[in-house]
T-cell receptor, first 117, second 113 residues
Framework: GAVVSQHPSRVICKSGTSVKIECRSL??????MFWYRQFPKKSLMLMAT?????????EQGVEKDKFLINHASLTLSTLTVTSAHPEDSSFYIC?????????????FGDGTRLSIL | GQQLNQSPQSMFIQEGEDVSMNCTSS?????WLWYKQDPGEGPVLLIA?????ELTSNGRLTAQFGITRKDSFLNISASIPSDVGIYFC?????????????FGQGTILTVHP
């Protein structure tokens, strides 16, 4: 089945640091990838839709300059949390849909636990 | 925006019991999905439903896409300890591969041996 890889799995860094998270589709090309944020024991909240070769589409309330998304190839999307602060600490998860006809379900990476000190 | 109401929020059951959870929506979705998430990991797809009325099984799991396209349920039969986790329903908009997902609040399942 479709495999989505996310790296790193965990990051601990000082306040003010910028952190880059990678999301790769390993066995398929993904024109579109999605970035989610999840708080403990809560549901996934869509942050943005990452489109290969074009600008990402951000959900209402998500700061574009804070969460930079780059989707430079059909297998890689990156999320950069710029000048991270403790309130940015969270679990970040990406997903991608395999191409093909019909409604292909999204497959998720294993997430990145971001802790800002 | 669209909202999904998932219930129950949590369940505490004995090993061997059957489990049922459901999701309802105020609007129509073209696809319903059920995911399971273990602590510290991303959600894993359990079942995908594409047609209203569709009933699909995956081992001990059975899910149905409601006729009105506004609801879905997931049943787990003969639960085992490894069924522990958070179960999410998700509705997908539109008929393309790139429809956004709306998630339910999740059902936390605890199974006592």
């Amino acid at each position: 089945g479709a495999v989505v890889s996310q790296h790193p799995s965990r990051v601990i860094c000082k306040s003010g640091t910028s952190v880059k998270i990678e999301c790769r589709s390993l066995d398929f090309q993904a024109t579109t990838m999605f970035w989610y944020r999840q708080f403990p024991k809560k549901s996934l909240m869509l942050m943005a839709t990452s489109n290969e070769g074009s600008k990402a589409t951000y959900e209402q309330g998500v700061e574009k300059d804070k969460f930079l998304i780059n989707h430079a190839s059909l297998t890689l999307s990156t999320l950069t949390v710029t000048s991270a602060h403790p309130e940015d600490s969270s679990f970040y998860i990406c997903s991608a849909s395999a191409p093909g006809g019909g409604n292909q379900p999204q497959h998720f990476g294993d997430g990145t636990r971001l802790s800002i000190l | 925006g669209q909202q999904l109401n998932q219930s129950p929020q949590s369940m505490f059951i004995q090993e061997g019991e059957d489990v049922s959870m459901n999701c309802t929506s105020s609007s129509i979705f073209n696809t319903w999905l059920w995911y399971k998430q273990d602590p510290g990991e991303g959600p894993v797809l359990l079942i995908a439903l594409y047609k209203a009325g569709e009933l699909t099984s995956n081992g001990r799991l059975t899910a149905q896409f409601g006729i009105t396209r506004k609801d879905s349920f997931l049943n787990i039969s003969a639960s085992i300890p490894s069924d522990v986790g958070i179960y999410f329903c998700a509705g997908q908009e539109g008929g393309t591969s790139y429809g956004k997902l709306t998630f339910g609040q999740g059902t936390i399942l605890t199974v006592h041996p």
